[in-house]
């Protein structure tokens, strides 16, 4: 069957806000990146299909999808909106190309999370209204409520998480995609205020603005696009009940069903080892771990231990967010999941500079759609 | 109900009842705000609205003059390279008449809608609008010629209700 490659990508962000754009040329600017970098094809006549990952409720407005061809170059052509997360765009993508139809699909996903005045009110908005909604409250206590009950089944510690935070904010200084590199360390985060118990501020990623497209491209073609094409060896993705009475708060359920789903692709029996570097969503400091473990990186209870020895550092044998993850990237709403990709990509390239890892062959990129949901995505990728 | 069925079994439900809390239902009324960033093309657009302008932007390479303007081309997938002002004049390329309002009510004077052609502008390029100063909309014609009205410079606020309608108009 079709091998399926990432032939190219671009990205414009991530930055704290960007009133100097509208949404339309924060995709342009991307897409034309992307273009550029996949053998500078012509989106108006070498790109066989189009997809763009939105939700109407971020965008503000109703059916965004319609609003999406012009800047892609997509006019009169083949285009759809996968209203979900990015890495299950991508595994759209993935199968368009393996049906034997198209060739080469272009994949855009941007979050312009500055636009929206009241950002929580929205999340709130995604909660059930007759059980949850009534109750008020800010709506990431969902993750304190999450993170408490992770830390007591696996013996993770808080500390733990606040390393998670300090990592990924210095990781972010070594790129330039990310919007909240910084020099923090432990104390910072357990003086900063606490906002959800066991959660301080720091512990949480904050929004930031940026827009990412990929190029993929079916094994017949991807050679002639890029020197370097990156092949996707599986793709997953999976959804628990949105019940908040009923679901696994312990553990990530949905990471553990999209990663088994992307290593019976891969042919992947033992991630840990094979696996050589990970960049894996931590919209809160304590995802970071417990995606960790639901994806099989590491044993139930010892992502924390990993940490704390460097394991996951840059420097380590099993390096979590190189990139700075979303804490130190930003949250980029249905573009967190591509900011994951586009690392994983540019290190099998070989193209991350100073924070470029040593012998990487097989990279992880995992996604969560975030508050309130219990939705994800795994991708594996490979430089050969 | 149809000639066979006269009457269905239970008890009819108004639409009062349900306001009046008599079936049980959820009322929330979200809390949904933008502040949407302008950005290149469209802030001209604004300002040019504020000047009595009407702003497009010109394509080079397909030599389209697109309005309302935009920061590339769709058709080239490349930067426009110019924004220049077209004409507050055109033709009238379709029209409606809308007898219903924004809440489904019935309106007396009809809202005559119509998508007009700028002089100026590349063709099938313009702006949607509504038309004035037409007593009985049977007077509109496909190709028929109007001209942008403008609030006052003082009270503009670079919107396109900057224009208040467009009014047929004899050129010459």
């Known amino acids: 069957m079709t091998d399926v490659a990432i032939v190219g990508v671009g990205c414009t962000g991530f930055k704290t806000v960007s009133p100097d754009v509208s949404y339309k040329e924060l995709m342009f600017e991307a897409a034309t990146r992307a273009y550029q970098d996949a053998g500078n094809i012509n ?4 790109i066989d299909a189009f997809i763009s990952v939105a939700e109407d409720y971020w965008e503000g ?11 892609l170059g997509a006019v009169l052509r083949h285009l759809f909106t996968v209203s979900g997360d990015s890495i299950i765009g991508l595994g759209t993508a993935h199968m368009l190309i393996k049906t034997g139809h198209f060739d080469v699909v272009a994949v855009e996903s941007h979050g312009k999370p500055s636009d929206i005045l009241t950002l929580y009110d ?29 830390l007591f089944e696996t013996g993770n510690t808080k500390e733990d998480c606040a390393m998670v935070a300090v990592k990924n904010r210095e990781n972010a200084l070594r790129n330039p995609y990310a919007a909240y590199g910084a020099q923090i360390d432990l104390d910072d985060v357990f003086c900063s205020n606490p906002y959800f118990y066991p959660m301080n ?66 042919k992947i029996t033992s991630p840990s080892r094979e696996i050589d570097f990970a960049e894996v969503d931590d919209l809160f400091s304590y995802k970071e771990l417990q995606h960790m473990e639901a ?50 990509v540019i290190q099998l390239r070989g193209d991350a500079g100073e924070r470029q890892l040593a012998d990487v062959e097989v990279g992880l990129a995992q996604s969560w759609r975030g508050i309130p949901t219990a939705t994800g995505g795994t991708a594996v990728l490979s430089n050969c | 109900m149809s000639e066979k069925i006269k009457h269905f079994p239970g008890e009819a439900v108004s639409g009062r009842d349900i306001r009046d809390g008599k079936v049980p239902c959820i009322k929330h009324r979200p809390n949904v705000k933008y502040l949407w960033s302008a950005g290149v093309a469209m802030s001209r657009f604004i300002e040019g609205m504020k000047a009595g302008k009407i702003i497009g932007a010109k394509c080079v390479k397909c030599k389209r003059i697109m309005v309302p303007p935009r920061a ?101």
């Not at chain 1, 989106?43 to 070498?46: A, E, I």
């Not at chain 1, 059916?63 to 061809?69: K, S």
């Open chain 1, 122 to 150: 929205i999340v709130s908005f995604a909660m059930d209204p007759v059980f949850n909604r009534p109750l008020g409250g800010h709506p990431f206590y969902l993750a304190g409520l999450e993170m408490n009950r992770f």
């Open chain 2, 72 to 172: 590339f081309c769709e058709e080239c997938f490349r930067p426009i390279d110019e924004y220049i002002p077209v004409k507050d004049t055109g033709t009238i390329n379709t029209y409606s008449v809308s007898y219903v309002a924004g809440d489904a009510s019935r309106i007396k004077e009809p809202i005559l809608v119509a998508v007009i052609d700028l002089d100026g502008a590349s063709k099938g390029m313009g702006i949607l609008h509504i038309l004035g100063e037409i007593s009985d909309w049977k007077q509109i014609k496909f190709g028929m010629k109007v001209k942008a009205v403008w609030k006052p410079a003082n009270e503009r606020e670079g919107s396109v209700t900057d224009i208040k309608y467009f009014k047929p108009f004899k050129e010459g």
């Open chain 1, 295 to 344: 994806l099989r990186l590491c044993d139930v209870g010892e992502a924390g231990q990993l940490i704390a020895e460097g394991v996951t550092g840059i420097d380590g044998d099993l390096p979590i967010n190189v990139s700075g993850g979303n804490l130190g990237m930003g949250w980029a709403l249905e573009a967190s999941g591509m900011q994951r990709l586009l690392e994983v």
């Open chain 1, 61 to 71: 407005f109703s059916i965004f999808d319609e609003f999406v061809p012009d800047q």
């Open chain 1, 43 to 46: 989106p108006r006549k070498d």
């Open chain 1, 201 to 266: 501020k720091f512990d949480i990623s904050q929004p930031a603005d940026g827009g990412i497209v990929l190029i993929l491209a079916s094994d017949e073609v991807a050679s002639d696009l890029n020197d370097c094409p990156i092949w996707i060896k599986g793709v997953g993705w999976a959804t628990e009940t949105p019940s908040l009475e009923s679901r696994s708060f312990g553990d990530a359920v949905y990471a553990q069903l999209s990663a088994e789903m992307a290593y019976r692709e891969a």
